[in-house]
């Protein structure tokens, strides 16, 4: 077979691409692919393209979740790291404590309010005053605000900073288990490969401090129906903090509440980046 690519300036580009494009005419030759089959491939990644489903498309086919392992192996004493997903939406509110990451709603009735605290420190243990949290998830019915009509603007998401201590706490609800978008090509190639599209029930936190790395990771729930067959397989057993439910209505009234709610405890340690661990 002919050189397929010439002078690439890239050191690792030039060692890559090569192999990358050798293991496409592999499976072509070894399965004999037809002119009419690979157009077909061809008008599927133009619709992943137009339809902006890059990112789902490696969601869904896994690829993130191996990017993912291979960047952070071997990393201990921080708080493992997860796919950050297609979902995210750039500048959320800023909320002010009490933080509260939601208005309420029409479908918010049928959740059950949930407190999120814990503290943010270094590797070592030491606080990290200045961390900044941005978190995203889906209501209890609906899923997320951009797919939700009944949901005001970015609700459930929000940005807020930490105490001196490193603490945080932010009021929610709990999140459920939710389908992917399935009405593009990525959804189409999970029906056609016997993939449902369900996620187990999760939030996302993305948090960022001086001198350190930024962390992009989920939190998930015992016992939901999906934790070991997530579309994405995106679940690590070290994210998985229980919900404790309180019922005494004296707790619930402290909290200007009506009825039961749950409290989940996540801290984080954040790496120090790489100039700053040297000095
Ligand atoms: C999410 O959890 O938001 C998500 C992740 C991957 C694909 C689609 C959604
Ligand atoms: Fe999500």
């Known amino acids: 077979m002919a050189d397929v690519v010439k002078n690439v300036d890239s050191e690792r580009l030039a060692r890559i691409l090569p192999e990358a494009i050798r293991a496409i005419h592999q499976v072509i030759e070894s399965h004999g692919v037809t002119e009419e089959e690979w157009m077909a491939v061809l008008g599927f990644l133009t619709e992943v393209g137009k339809q902006d489903e890059f990112v789902l498309l490696s969601d869904v086919t896994k ?5 993912d392992a291979i960047s952070h192996e071997g990393e201990t004493d921080v708080t493992p790291s997860d796919v950050e997903g297609p979902l995210y939406r750039e500048n959320p ?4 404590k009490p933080v509260k990451i939601y208005e ?3 479908g918010a009735q049928k959740g059950d309010v949930l407190f999120v605290s814990g ?7 030491s606080p990290l005053s200045g961390a900044v949290l941005d978190i995203w998830q889906t209501g209890p019915d609906g899923g997320y605000d951009i797919w939700d009509e ?3 603007e970015y609700n459930f998401r929000g940005r807020f900073g930490v105490d001196e201590d490193g603490g945080y706490e932010f009021q929610t609800m709990v999140p459920k288990p939710y389908t ?7 959804g189409r190639l999970l029906e056609a490969s016997g993939q449902h599209p369900w996620r187990p029930a999760h939030i996302h936190f993305k948090v960022e401090a001086e001198g350190h790395e930024l962390l992009v990771t989920q939190v998930f729930f015992p ?8 579309t994405i397989g995106a679940v690590k057993s070290s994210l998985i903090r229980p919900l404790t439910r309180h019922e005494s209505e004296e707790e619930s009234a402290r909290r200007g509440l009506e ?8 801290d984080i340690a954040l790496k120090p980046a790489m100039s700053a661990a040297r000095a």
Request: with cysteine.
């Open 63 to 67: 690829t993130s979740v191996l990017v």
């Open 93 to 96: 509110p800023w909320r002010e």
């Open 104 to 106: 309420e709603y029409e």
């Open 119 to 125: 503290r943010v420190t270094s590797a070592d243990g």
């Open 150 to 152: 009944r949901q005001p």
């Open 180 to 186: 992917i978008p399935t009405d593009g090509p990525a």
């Open 223 to 230: 016992d939901d129906p999906y934790l070991d067959d997530d």
């Open 259 to 266: 009825a039961p709610f749950y409290t989940c405890e996540f």
